[in-house]
């Protein structure tokens, strides 16, 4: 059986529990070399190497996220405007200091 994707869906043992689909990519040859290369080291082929990568890639997401979020002009303006505060904070504390050093 054939599903719309183009893949061979009939089922192995290990499968039996989820469908799999066949996904034709475009790899930087550079890249398809490296999933070569790691391959071989750790005794697998490139499916299960390609596999494994996006299945921790997918798992890391929520934080990635988190963590790689862009920076927006809203932000910036945010930030000029919070450090402009400090500023102004920073100099009449040296006043008051000042003055509370003479008294």
Not at 16 to 42: C, D, F, N, T, W
Not at 48 to 64: G, N, T
């Amino acid at each position: 059986m054939t599903n719309n994707l183009g893949s061979s869906d009939q089922p192995t043992p290990e499968d039996i529990s989820e469908q799999k689909v066949a996904i034709k990519i475009q790899l930087p040859m550079s890249l398809a070399k490296a999933i070569k290369r790691r391959a071989g080291r750790l005794g697998q082929d490139h499916n299960e190497v390609i596999l494994e990568a996006l299945q921790r890639l997918l798992e890391d997401e929520p934080a990635q996220l988190a963590s790689s979020r862009l920076v927006t002009v809203e932000d910036l303006t945010e930030l000029v405007t919070r450090i402009s505060a400090l500023e102004v904070v920073s100099s009449r504390m040296e006043d008051l200091e000042g003055k509370w050093i003479a008294s």
